[in-house]
């Protein structure tokens, strides 16, 4: 079976300082993976995701992450922090051998961004 | 309208009501989701319907009964729910290709608080 772990369930920054969210993975074959943000009173929205190819993958507002198979880890970063992105942030996996969107989410990490 | 949007936002209701909540996708996708979103707890799937056949139920109570009339509509009823139920609801839906890795859309979700 899949499971995601994030480590931290609170993130702080200044603004202007580096974002790294962390997240590893468990899982027999390589999964794709994905980080969605949520921002108050609202539904996720996909940041970016990593099926295949090029390990580091770009996404939305600025955040990329990397895919790191020996680490088994796919940490969310952003070099520059804005008030904005101020949310919480989930790493989720979905098995590559099905054709349905079964996501399995980790418990999520909340980002503070202080003036 | 696009993306998915679901109705009610917010909902209180007492243990012996019956209620229903709306989902309805104007992406044209072929799949559709509920999840539950509990404070600290991490997301869980609750039921995957694919072309409005349901596919998986993940030992949802029976006091949770699906309905997914069309592609575009999806609805959870409520009976009889319990306090500990009370959480937000979120749909989602996608467009499976058989090869997983296929972005999910997220609703806004319905914020449930059983009194």
């Known amino acids: 079976a899949q499971s995601v772990t994030q480590l931290g369930s609170h993130v702080s920054v200044s603004e202007g300082a580096l974002v790294l969210l962390r997240c590893n993975y468990s899982s027999s074959v390589p999964p794709y993976l994905f980080w969605y943000v949520q921002y108050p009173n609202q539904g996720l929205q996909l940041l970016l995701k990593y099926t295949t190819g090029a390990t580091l993958v770009k996404g939305i507002n600025g955040f990329e992450a990397e895919f790191k198979k020996s680490e088994t880890s796919f940490h969310l970063t952003k070099p520059s922090a804005h008030m904005s992105d101020a949310a919480e942030y989930f790493c989720a996996v979905a098995p590559r051998n099905t054709g349905f969107q079964k996501l399995v989410f980790g418990t999520g990490t909340r980002l503070l961004v202080s003036p | 309208e696009t993306g998915v949007t679901q109705t009610p936002r917010h909902l209180v209701m007492g243990m012996t009501n019956k209620k229903s909540l709306k989902c309805e996708q104007h992406l044209g996708h072929n799949a559709m989701y509920w999840y539950k979103q509990s404070a600290k707890k991490p997301l869980e799937l609750m039921f995957v319907?694919?072309?409005?056949?349901?596919?998986e139920n993940n030992s949802v109570p029976s006091r949770f009964s699906p309905e997914c009339p069309n592609s575009s509509h999806l609805f959870l009823h409520l009976h009889t729910l319990q306090p500990e139920d009370s959480a937000l609801y979120l749909c989602a839906s996608s467009q499976e290709t058989g090869e997983g890795g296929t972005e999910a859309f997220f609703g806004q979700g319905t914020r449930l608080t059983v009194v």
């Open positions: 319907y694919s072309l409005e056949e349901r596919v």
